[in-house]
């Protein structure tokens, strides 16, 4: 009997020891459970916050996702943040417990220290932003536990998150906002990078531009300026400002009212041929993305001195075209009028007159048509193998009668052994014409003129460069010369005698002005076309050499 008492009552405990393992059981089972849906519920809503912050782009919109979220994973009194923006602090604050205006106080002053701490000086200005529940002063709320954590993108300090509330220990694990922390972080980085190089490609772009190229923002902060817009502008500070380009702009565009013009109404802005630094822009300043604008300097100085050179030629050629064909009106009109009463050898030399005159005015036009056509590169060759030294010959006795009404000697110098060389007739038939018309034009009055040919294995050297150039320098060359004793042309001057519409200005206004500027343009097409280079040696008072090269084959 005592033995079964004994035995009922040890198994009775075992079963009162079972089910309470077994409700321990139960309730851990329960407890695990609910850990392991809370934790994926925290997953969830983590990877929900990553997906939001993985497409922002601006660090404050990025610590606004996370603070609206933070409710989903704390208890606190306060969830606040700092982010430094446009020169501000941007404070912002989400209150979830009654508090006053003393506990946010501390929760500022201790961001603003461990802010500073971590990003060095910051803005004077601090922006407020307050967010749920409002404050009551009435109430004395003590500040208990805190703890804040910075976003940190490229060993860059972005932002800083503030947790506190008014019961201690309250944030004894912060792991799952150190993991957004961390993943926001690395979304930014990535952001960064992306933007980093995007804008390294950018100002490549700008910078290798010809046109001037500079922009603002809404506050007139100078954000990029290219380096052809500061050599415009005579700009040589690395750090210029807004205001010193103002001041260039100053006499002939009020720049600054132009932007806010722009900025304020979103249409772009233009103007024709303002003029710089001696130079003439056309300006273009055009509104872009965020209240910025970009002002583009497209330089019009080269344009408007080929105007007027384009311009000044009109004038001499109306003036060249006027007098011949004024001699060739007058000298029809008196054949005309006085019938047979004129006697044939005056009708003759009027006619000879009226020949001379035509072929002058059909000289111009052809020099211009010729220049068209060099320029849109159909100046067409018709090469034949010939004597140089027989063309140059003629050439110069048809110059024979102007030379010896200056009293200008004209001699002729060649080499032996000159060989055949294939070229077009016409076309340096021209050159000769054109070199020898000069010589006579700006040569005195019983002044000397030579014209040589030369035949050479090696190009002459001239101030110790060749102007021939290294890449054929093992050829051989014809080499004409054409030197006379007139006024000479200046070294600076001589850099502008084969552009178009250009003329040595020597010491007679009016020797500059008897021609058009095209025949040495013409000239250089001509001799380069044929594989050859043209060339001066000249100094003030000390006469003119032109030379020119032609390939030889023997």
């Not at 004024?326 to 050898?345: G, Q, R, V």
Request: overall charge neutral.
């Amino acid at each position: 009997m005592g033995i079964a008492l004994f035995i009922t009552i040890i198994l009775g405990l075992i079963a009162v020891l079972l089910s309470l393992e077994n409700d321990k059981l139960k309730k851990n089972s329960i407890e695990a459970k609910k850990r392991e849906e809370d934790r994926i519920y925290k997953l969830s809503v983590l990877k929900e916050i990553q997906e939001k912050i993985a497409y922002a782009t601006d660090p404050e919109k990025v610590i606004d996702i996370i603070m609206a979220s933070l409710r989903n994973f704390y208890a606190y009194s306060t969830a606040s943040s700092m982010v430094i923006k446009d020169a501000y602090v941007i404070f912002k604050v989400y209150v979830e417990d009654n508090i006053g205006n003393d506990y946010i106080k501390k929760v500022e002053e201790s961001m603003l220290s461990s802010f500073e701490k971590l990003i060095g000086n910051l803005p004077a200005k601090v922006e407020k932003k307050f967010y749920g529940l409002p404050l009551n002063d009435a109430v004395k709320s003590t500040y208990s536990s805190s703890f804040h954590i910075p976003l940190i993108a490229n060993n860059r300090v972005l932002a800083l998150i503030h947790l506190s509330s008014t019961q201690e220990n309250a944030f004894s694990n912060t792991e799952d906002l150190h993991e957004l922390i961390d993943a926001a972080a690395s979304c930014l980085s990535r952001f960064n990078q992306a933007l980093d190089t995007q804008t390294e490609k950018f100002v490549s772009l700008v910078e290798s531009i010809s046109d001037g190229i500079f922009m603002l923002d809404n506050k007139n902060n100078l954000l990029i300026i290219n380096d052809s817009a500061k050599k415009f502008l005579g700009v040589n500070k690395e750090n210029a400002g807004f205001l010193e380009l103002s001041n260039i702009f100053s006499q002939s565009l009020d720049l600054e009212s132009k932007i806010q013009e722009v900025t304020l109404s979103k249409n772009p802005y233009f103007e024709k041929e303002i003029k710089v630094n001696n130079k003439v822009f056309n300006i273009f300043i055009n509104p872009i993305a965020r209240d910025k604008v970009s002002v583009v300097l497209h330089d019009m100085t080269d344009y408007r001195k080929k105007e007027m050179l384009k311009e000044d030629l009109i004038h001499i050629m109306v003036h060249e075209l006027r007098s011949p064909v004024t001699t060739i009106k007058d000298s029809a009109e008196l054949i005309i009028s006085t019938k047979d009463a004129l006697a044939e050898s005056k009708k003759l030399k009027f006619l000879e007159i009226i020949h001379q005159q035509a072929k002058k005015v059909l000289g111009q036009i052809g020099s211009i048509l010729d220049t068209a056509k060099l320029d849109a590169g159909k100046l067409v060759l018709q090469k034949t193998k010939g004597d140089i030294a027989k063309l140059v010959k003629e050439e110069i006795q048809s110059f024979m009668p102007q030379a010896e009404r200056k009293n200008i000697s004209l001699n002729f110098n060649i080499c032996t052994n000159l060989p055949l060389i294939s070229f077009d007739e016409i076309r340096i038939n021209q050159v000769i014409d054109n070199l020898l018309s000069n010589s006579l034009k700006f040569t005195p009055e019983n002044g000397h003129i030579k014209v040589e040919i030369d035949y050479k294995a090696i190009p002459p050297i001239l101030d110790g460069t060749s102007p021939m150039g290294e890449f054929l320098s093992l050829d051989k060359y014809i080499v004409v010369s054409v030197s006379d004793t007139g006024v000479g042309i200046a070294k600076e001057q001589q850099k502008l005698l084969f552009s178009k519409y250009t003329q040595a200005k020597n010491t007679s206004e009016e020797l500059a002005a008897m021609g058009t500027g095209l025949g040495l343009y013409l000239v250089k097409g001509i001799i380069e076309s044929h594989g050859g280079r043209i060339w001066v040696k000249s100094a003030p008072g000390q006469g003119t050499t032109f030379f020119f090269t032609l390939p030889a084959t023997e």
